[in-house]
């Protein structure tokens, strides 16, 4: 046997090379999937608008359905008249109102005086009503008083036509430029119905039956 050729290299029998040809796609399926594309944008931006309105919607309701501040009640160009629970009413401005308290200017309050001259806060056959500017008390106050909402029983806003508005613009008739508080004689003096103003010296008779909060 010839073994001159063991060992050696020989060559091995070619093959073919497999190439894989890709597979390119039909014109129909590109363009079934740009339709899809298509559809599936469009179909985002209704969502997306949809959800808008119904945020949107939401707010509306949300706004038109809250209930209204006391604030949008005040009539600013009327008088307004504050009832506390002590039975004391203050007439004047409302500048200011929320749930904690309401801060009222140009105040003006009820004093009822007997004939016997003393000062009293219950109405009788015997006595006179009078309607006091606040300001010249012992104590001289602002104009201005801030009342805590718990002690509010109601407040209204006053007509024109009114006793009280009448008294208050007469007031302002009489006195352009303000009261003053020197030399006067005291409500209790010379009783009034609530046609006409008194203003007060300054003497505790013409405080007010109630306390400011």
Not at 37 to 65: N, P, Q, R, Y
Request: glycine share 6%; with cysteine.
């Amino acid at each position: 046997m010839d073994f001159s050729t063991r060992g050696s290299n020989s060559p091995l029998p070619q093959q073919n090379p497999v190439t894989h040809n890709p597979v390119q796609p039909s014109k129909h399926d590109k363009s079934s999937t740009s339709k899809q594309l298509g559809l599936l944008k469009w179909a985002t931006l209704g969502l997306g608008g949809v959800i808008v309105l119904l945020i949107v919607a939401v707010i509306l309701v949300l706004i038109f359905s809250a209930p209204k501040s006391q604030a949008n009640y005040v009539y600013n160009n009327k008088l307004q008249a504050v009832f506390l629970n002590t039975g004391q009413v203050y007439f004047g401005n409302i500048k200011n109102i929320n749930a904690q308290y309401l801060v009222l200017t140009n105040i003006f309050y009820l004093q009822t005086n007997n004939k016997s001259g003393s000062s009293s806060t219950n109405t009788s056959s015997n006595s006179n009503v009078s309607l006091v500017k606040l300001g010249c008390e012992l104590h001289a106050p602002y104009d201005q008083m801030v009342i805590n909402m718990q002690q509010v029983t109601f407040w209204e806003n006053l007509q024109d036509k009114g006793q009280v508005a009448k008294a208050v613009a007469q007031y302002y008739k009489e006195y352009p430029h303000g009261q003053t508080c020197t030399n006067q004689s005291t409500s209790s003096s010379t009783p009034s119905s609530t046609n006409a103003v008194q203003q007060p010296a300054n003497t505790s008779k013409a405080t007010p039956a109630a306390s400011k909060p």
